[in-house]
């Protein structure tokens, strides 16, 4: 990794992102050590049947998580990719991670693969409603009198399909693919390094461990996001 160096020949840049790349920020995981679905069943908090059930419930634990993750910060990773995004702005962020971290240091063209903690939708109407950096929601009810629902893919959810057509536009034409911070054990999501392989793209992964999809990476970065991503881009932030 020492004496590698990228050209700058590339231009359309992805960087898919997962959980360990907020890991760094403070976020909790779901999984693994210290996970959220130790503490909590996703059954009673993060499906649609439990919304239906008891939505002021499911309202209750998303405010929380909104609450935890005001507390966190984006780290030196974040702009790292940021100032990539500037010099380079055909590249894109396809984030797994629902919690904003990457347009709260400024990235655009961030396709969210499995929703925002930041928003809500009113199934009935299909209204949006935008509440960034407000831990508690502005309201819980769409105009119509019905309970606005995170919008997030929850557990039994389908993916949004403009979301998923974005992203896939975005893998066909990068040539640059850098991976950091997931399994990508989650479909559809599992598929995006090979599609990006095939189509001839450099391929990067940044995780301190293995993957299972690790042996299709060009290079393997066995480290933290935020050092390994100064390492690939030679930077000084941190
Ligand atoms: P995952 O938990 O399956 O995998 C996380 C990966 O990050 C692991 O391979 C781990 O080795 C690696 N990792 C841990 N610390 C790291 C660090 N400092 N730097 C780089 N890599 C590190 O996560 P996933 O692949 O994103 O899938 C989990 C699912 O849970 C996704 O669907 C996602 O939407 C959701 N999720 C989102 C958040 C969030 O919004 N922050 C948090 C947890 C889970």
């Not at 919304?51 to 974040?78: Q, W």
């Not at 293995?210 to 480290?223: A, F, G, M, N, V």
């Amino acid at each position: 990794m020492d004496n590698f160096h990228l050209p700058s020949t590339y231009q359309n840049i992805v960087f898919f992102t997962g959980a360990g790349m907020s890991a760094e920020s403070g976020v909790p995981t779901y999984r693994g050590r210290g996970g959220i679905w130790k503490d909590y069943r996703w059954e009673e908090y993060a499906c649609e049947s439990a919304f239906k059930e008891n939505p002021e419930l499911v309202l209750d634990f998303h405010e929380l998580r909104r609450i935890e993750a005001l507390k966190c910060k984006p780290h030196s990773g974040h702009f790292i990719i940021k100032d990539i995004q500037d010099k380079f702005p055909n590249s894109t962020i396809i984030t797994q991670n629902i919690d904003g971290m990457h347009q709260r240091c400024g990235s655009h063209n961030v396709i969210e693969l499995h929703g925002s903690l930041w928003r809500m939708r009113c199934e009935s109407e299909g209204a949006i409603y935008e509440d960034y950096d407000r831990g508690k929601y502005s309201s819980r009810y769409c105009d119509c009198g019905n309970f606005r629902r995170p919008d997030i893919i929850w557990f039994g959810d389908m993916l949004n399909e403009n979301i998923i057509q974005k992203a896939n536009l975005a893998i066909s034409a990068c040539d640059l693919f850098i991976s950091i911070g997931t399994s990508a054990l989650v479909w559809p999501a599992a598929g995006y390094p090979q599609v990006a392989k095939k189509r001839g793209a450099f391929c990067i992964e940044i995780n301190p461990e293995d993957t299972e999809l690790s042996s299709l990476y060009d290079l393997k970065i066995r480290t933290k996001a935020s050092l390994g991503l100064k390492n690939l881009f030679n930077t000084n932030w941190i």
